[in-house]
T-cell receptor
Framework: AQTVTQSQPEMSVQEAETVTLSCTYD???????LFWYKQPPSRQMILVIR??????QNATENRFSVNFQKAAKSFSLKISDSQLGDAAMYFC???????????FGTGTRLKVLA | GAVVSQHPSWVICKSGTSVKIECRSL??????MFWYRQFPKQSLMLMAT?????????EQGVEKDKFLINHASLTLSTLTVTSAHPEDSSFYIC??????????????FGNGTRLTVT
């Protein structure tokens, strides 16, 4: 069975600084997708970034980028120039190719300090 | 585009009663919708997958007779919590498969429903 692990329950970062959130996963599949979602206090799930496993190039979206290490089954999220609005719960998610079923990690609460 | 509306946003009901939560895809047709449950400060746990016109597929440990899911149209799925008890109090979130139909495209999530059973 696939699992997703986020080992950091909580992280803090100073405004304008950079922070990296960790995520590891376990799967025997070779084709899959990985996602980072942000859940602010409103509880709305907001897609931050996604990565296709067959692509070696790390995905980037403005201040957000990932470090995808397929062999190590690691998928970390880097947030550059952190802003107060980045404060939220961040969930890493896995989806096997051919299905939309997501498996979520336990989440990391990010605090941004002014 | 690709908005998922969930209603109600919050509901309080008495123990023993049933409550229905609606999940609508507003501007696209969703063949598949998913229902999640999220306890405070915890992750989203998949409860069931509903496909339009067929019976829902429930995850292990989820009581299908307690959590009734209906996906009668391509734009509406409902979750009915029957004979609710305080332990059913939680945050329920639905999501819909993207309109592009392209695997790997991200799901679209509703705003969630906070259920409190007194």
């Amino acid at each position: 069975a696939q699992t997703v692990t986020q080992s950091q329950p909580e992280m803090s970062v100073q405004e304008a600084e950079t922070v990296t959130l960790s995520c590891t996963y376990d799967t025997s599949e070779s084709d899959y997708y990985l996602f980072w979602y942000k859940q602010p206090p409103s509880r709305q799930m907001i897609l931050v970034i996604r990565q296709e496993a067959y692509k070696q190039q790390n995905a980037t979206e403005n201040r957000f980028s990932v470090n995808f290490q397929k062999a190590a089954k690691s998928f970390s999220l880097k947030i550059s120039d952190s802003q107060l609005g980045d404060a939220a719960m961040y969930f890493c998610a896995y989806s096997k190719s051919g299905t939309y079923k997501y498996i979520f990690g336990t989440g990391t609460r990010l605090k941004v300090l002014a | 585009g690709a908005v998922v509306s969930q209603h109600p946003s919050w509901v309080i009901c008495k123990s023993g009663t049933s409550v229905k939560i609606e999940c609508r895809s507003l501007d696209f047709q969703a063949t598949t919708m998913f229902w999640y449950r999220q306890f405070p400060k915890q992750s989203l746990m998949l409860m069931a997958t509903s496909n339009e016109g067929s019976k829902a597929t429930y995850e292990q440990g989820v009581e299908k007779d307690k959590f009734l899911i209906n996906h009668a149209s391509l734009t509406l799925s409902t979750l009915t919590v029957t004979s609710a008890h305080p332990e059913d109090s939680s945050f329920y979130i639905c999501s819909a498969s993207p309109p592009t139909g392209r695997m790997g495209s991200p799901l679209h999530f509703g705003n969630g429903t906070r259920l409190t059973v007194t």
